[in-house]
């Protein structure tokens, strides 16, 4: 997994809480995506950023949920006032470029949310 | 919708035969195609992947085959051992989007010792 960090790796929340998941891509990247996956289910696409720019967020709910990539320190997924389908594993992944520029992306362990 | 699937959810083979996973894509502007490896409860884990300019690439007893006419992608692994058990996902990057990856839903694959 090419040194994508992520944590925590679990973290549980009652509904109407927040969750805050961080990530921290291989060194040198400056490409950050984040994908959810629900149980049994493929990686669905959510945001992509680069240093404090969000580039996409197409695949992100508009209520609840931010991301953000500052100059400085890890890749920030926000979820606010969480409810119970939000539970899912949360994946970071990073490239130095654009996958069209011949490189491929690295993903994290993940963050575990389970909302009770 | 998704445009990736996978024909079979479920695989189980021997130790020491080989595992064919396949994958059907319903995107004629996909280019760019990854196999991934996920162990329960750990992250996707590149395995090997392959440019829509090539039919076949391989690397540690992995081969990925790509038959753009049907759109049909591939990933064998040779000599299955115990410790290839995991879900495998075949992941697709739609040309335009140069970051974008849609992922099917996965196949478990199980190795009988």
């Known amino acids: 997994n090419a040194g994508v960090m992520q944590n925590p790796r679990h973290l549980v929340r009652r509904r109407g809480q927040e969750a805050r998941l961080r990530c921290s891509p291989v060194k040198g990247h400056s490409h950050v995506y984040w994908y959810r996956q629900l149980p049994e289910e493929g990686l669905k696409f959510m945001v992509y950023l680069q240093k404090e720019n969000i580039i996409d967020e197409s695949g992100m709910p508009k209520e609840r949920f931010s991301a953000e990539f500052p100059k400085e320190g890890p890749s920030i997924l926000r979820i606010q006032q969480v409810v119970r389908g939000d539970s899912a594993a949360y994946f970071c992944?990073?490239?130095?470029?654009?996958?069209?520029?011949?490189?491929?992306?690295?993903f994290g362990e993940g963050s575990w949310l389970t909302v009770v | 919708g998704e445009s990736v699937g996978l024909h079979l959810p479920t695989l189980s083979v021997q130790e020491g035969d080989n595992s064919i996973i396949n994958c059907a894509y319903s995107?004629?502007?996909?280019?760019?195609f990854i196999w991934y490896k996920q162990e329960s409860g750990k992250g996707p884990q590149f395995i090997i992947d392959i440019r829509s300019n090539m039919d076949k690439r391989q690397g540690q007893r992995v081969t990925v085959l790509l038959n753009k006419t049907v759109k049909h992608l591939s990933l064998q692994i040779a000599a299955t051992q115990p410790g290839d058990s995991a879900v495998y996902f075949c992941?697709?990057?739609?040309?335009?989007?140069?970051?974008?990856?849609?992922f099917g839903k996965g196949t478990l694959l199980t190795v009988n010792p």
């Open positions: 992944a990073s490239s130095p470029s654009p996958i069209s520029s011949g490189n491929t992306i690295y």
């Open positions: 992941a697709e990057n739609v040309g335009g989007s140069n970051y974008k990856l849609t």
């Open positions: 995107n004629s502007a996909s280019d760019y």
